[in-house]
């Protein structure tokens, strides 16, 4: 593995009282993996990012880069680099003297400098644009020139806090994909905090979910989707239905209609995605779970209709029906409708 976390904690001292701002981190992470931290504001993901790069000390536990214990080595003997939403790029700098300054401080010979900040420039797709100061670009290409400047230095692992939190949400989109291709052209590991779910979803070979100091889930973007294994997860990646109550021989009532759990009996709480649900105003047959309820609300959204429909117990369901060119689903608000789902889409 490039990196590993073997149970890392970090607590703070804060007005007297020990904050555990990561509370028992154990995950590896492979070598040229896109690897996501993805959880809300304040659950440990720059404090996790900042134990691999160094600028904070663990508690507890060990840090491993490349198979070696660096948990007390210092952060510029650490193989790695870190990229800030802040992109911290020399002002009165070209584009050119801000990618080339870590090598002319490491004493690179010019003829290698000059190859290698032309190449990292021409990987960004800023060919052409050396002699620029940063204030006179746009945020994405300074976003860009940051990574350039970190990547010039051939670290075997990238680290990257939010980097595009300061760009509006096109620009954003468009350097998720940039990002990707980039890491896939320089081929070296990368570790991405974010905390929004869509860009995690993207990007990522594997993301870690975390929430409160601790990962809930560490999967594939699908597998966290999909198969969400808390409903922490549940509810943060993706719009999601929870249903909740008791079971009897596998089947949840629900405002008057019936749910297929997995769990025979007891207790239980189960999460459908709105996309698996099918809205009809026939009642379905079949061996399905199905919910009768009142169209609330139909919001239109180009590529697929939101509906939500209140059931009879007051709770209210998300549906999501893709609009197909012969699409036939026509509720309105106030229509009775059907809602059903297969066995399989209740976890
Ligand atoms: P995230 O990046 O996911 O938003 P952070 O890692 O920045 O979360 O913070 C995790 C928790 O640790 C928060 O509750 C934060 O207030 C606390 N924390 C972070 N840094 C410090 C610090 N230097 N001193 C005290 N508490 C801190
Ligand atoms: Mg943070």
């Known amino acids: 593995n490039a990196i590993e976390l073997d149970d890392v904690v970090k607590e703070y001292l804060s007005h007297g009282e020990v904050v555990q701002a990561v509370k028992g981190i154990t995950l590896g992470i492979a070598e040229g993996e896109f690897f996501s931290l993805l959880g809300p504001s304040g659950c ?31 952060p510029n003997k650490r193989d790695v680099n870190m990229v800030f939403q802040s992109y911290a790029l020399f002002p009165h700098m070209s584009v050119w003297d801000n990618v ?11 003829q290698e400098i000059r190859q290698r900040v032309g190449e990292m420039l021409e990987i960004v797709d800023l060919t052409g644009r050396e002699k620029r100061r940063p204030r006179e670009m746009s945020g994405g290409q300074q976003q860009r020139v940051a990574l350039a400047r970190a990547l010039v230095n051939k670290p075997r692992a990238l680290l990257l806090d939010e980097p595009l939190g300061a760009l509006d949400l096109k620009l954003r989109q468009a350097m998720q994909i940039e990002l990707k291709r980039i890491q896939r052209e320089v081929g070296i590991t990368f570790v991405y905090v974010t905390h929004d779910q869509g860009e995690a979803l993207t990007m990522s070979d594997r993301i870690a979910v975390m929430n409160d100091g601790l990962v809930e889930q560490l999967g594939g973007p699908r597998e966290i ?19 909740a109550g008791t079971a009897t021989g596998g089947v949840l009532p629900v405002g008057g209609g019936r749910v297929l759990v997995p769990e025979q009996d007891g207790q239980v709480s189960v999460t459908v995605r709105p996309e ?35 059931l009879a117990d007051g709770a209210e369901i998300t549906v999501f029906q893709q609009n197909a060119l012969d699409s036939t689903t026509t509720a309105e608000r106030g229509d009775p409708v059907w809602l059903s789902w297969r066995a399989q889409h209740s976890y």
């Open 276 to 310: 698996k649900i099918t809205i009809s105003t026939e009642k379905p047959n079949g061996d399905v779970s199905v919910v009768p309820g009142t169209v609330a609300e139909v919001v239109y959204l180009g590529t697929y209709t939101s509906y939500a429909v209140s």
């Open 225 to 243: 989707y999909e198969r969400p294994a808390t409903t922490f997860v549940a509810g943060f990646i993706g719009t999601s239905n929870l249903l």
């Open 44 to 74: 440990g993901k720059t404090t996790t990012m900042r134990m691999i790069a160094g600028f904070e000390d663990p508690s507890r536990g060990v840090v491993r880069l490349h198979g070696s214990d660096v948990t007390d080595v210092p």
């Open 100 to 110: 080339a300054f870590g090598l002319k401080q490491r004493k690179v010979p010019q």
